[in-house]
């Protein structure tokens, strides 16, 4: 399943497993659930054409290689795919490294210059950026970045500049609904509610649990200084491409919740 988000970006979702169950969530009915619904938090990836070359972002899990395989293909045609950027060397982020570069073994492989742990995925082998790196595909360069909230030591994010899209992997990630999958956020019905992504954080960054809250919320106000987005394409969320400095925002929220709550449970 894919969706253009704006012309030359591309959004790839794989649904993952329905975690109602595991979440327990006909018994403890949080605000963002409806009675009776199915409940997703999918791995995204991304793939970003420019005039000459083309760049995805992730992967998805090895559940969906198939479906990226097919993807891409129908995606890029003839053109190939050129880069291949792993976030971090986690299963939906990195699981499909090797049939992707299986089919497209003249693709250069990226991934982040931090942490020690390379050698999974054979992202030792791959060309490494810091903060500040940028990737030129002509018409569109791409700019990576130190991930500043993450769930793995080896972690980079990524901004389109002409689109100022945000690429900020398994931050601001939140569950939807079985009738929402592929849907924009503002082509939600209702108000978005912060607990949705207070669920996802309070599960996969439970480390909100431990930290200063205000150096936290200081440091959410930098970024959305520094970043400003127009659109924000999370790795495990729904794309939001209105308002999108607001949403992060509402992550000061999530830290206050967390900071109380402690961790919500698991994602798996």
Not at 173 to 194: I, K, N, R, S, T
Not at 221 to 228: A, W
Request: proline residues 6%; aromatic residues 10%; glycine residues 6%.
């Amino acid at each position: 399943m894919n969706r253009e988000i704006v012309p030359g970006i591309n959004w790839i979702y794989e649904a993952g497993p329905d975690r109602t169950a595991k979440f327990e969530l006909a018994e403890r009915q949080p605000d963002w659930y409806e009675p009776g619904r199915e409940a997703y938090i999918p791995q995204c990836a991304y793939l970003v054409e420019g005039d000459d070359e083309t760049l995805l972002f992730d992967t998805l899990s090895p559940a969906s290689t198939d479906q990226i395989l097919e993807t891409v293909d129908d995606l890029v045609g003839d053109r190939g795919l050129d880069y291949l950027v792993v976030s971090h060397p986690d299963v939906p982020h990195a699981g499909n490294t090797h049939a992707i570069l299986e089919e497209y073994p003249d693709a250069t492989l990226v991934a982040p210059a931090y942490g020690n742990d390379h050698e999974l995925y054979h992202l030792d082998d791959a060309r490494k950026v810091a903060d500040g790196d940028s990737i030129d595909l002509s018409g569109r360069v791409v700019e990576f970045h130190e991930a500043t909230f993450l769930d793995a030591p080896v972690s980079i994010w990524m901004t389109e500049r002409e689109t100022e899209t945000l690429f900020p992997v398994d931050w601001m990630g939140f569950p939807h609904l079985d009738e929402e999958a592929l849907l924009f956020v503002d082509e939600l019905d209702g108000e978005f509610d912060v607990s949705r992504l207070v669920e996802f954080h309070g599960r996969v960054l439970f480390w909100y649990q431990y930290v200063d809250v205000a150096k936290t919320n200081a440091e959410i106000d930098t970024l959305v200084e520094t970043f400003d987005p127009e659109i924000i394409a999370p790795a495990h969320g729904l794309v939001i491409r209105e308002n999108a400095p607001e949403y992060m925002e509402l992550m000061k929220d999530v830290t206050r919740a967390i900071d109380e709550q402690g961790r919500i449970g698991t994602l798996g």
